[in-house]
């Protein structure tokens, strides 16, 4: 049975920072990249970053380009999301997902409980 258990959320204030984790078990990690995506109140579920199987190949959507790194140790079957001068607006419920390198949430087969991330103006 796959399943992404995801850490690390919580409360920061505007500028800070905030590190996810999201450990993978059940099958070989490194047969599917790992996307991360988020969901506000009221919205729908947006990409906001991922990474090929091997790590080398990473995209982000624009608005945290240049803030977020996404970052995978396969050895330890886990992903990573670093988050750094946060925003007000990336206030969401943060969910990591196993599947294609893809930007759409139907690319992805397992999914995280989700962990959420507040940020304080």
């Known amino acids: 049975q796959v399943q992404l258990v995801e850490s690390g959320g919580g409360l920061v204030q505007a500028g800070g920072s905030l590190s996810l984790s999201c450990v993978f078990l059940g099958r070989p990690f490194t047969k599917y990249a790992v996307g991360w995506f988020r969901q506000a109140p009221g919205k729908e579920r947006e990409f906001v970053a991922r990474?090929?199987?091997?790590?080398?190949?990473?995209d982000y959507t624009d608005s945290v380009k240049g803030r977020f790194t996404v970052s995978r140790d396969n050895a330890a079957n886990t992903a990573y999301l670093q988050m750094h001068s946060l925003k007000p607006e990336d206030t969401a419920v943060y969910y990591c997902?196993?599947?294609?390198?893809?930007?759409?949430?139907?690319?992805?087969?397992?999914w995280g409980q989700g962990t959420q991330v507040t940020v304080s103006s």
């Open positions: 997902a196993a599947g294609v390198f893809s930007t759409r949430t139907d690319g992805y087969d397992y």
């Open positions: 990474i090929n199987r091997s790590g080398d190949i990473t």
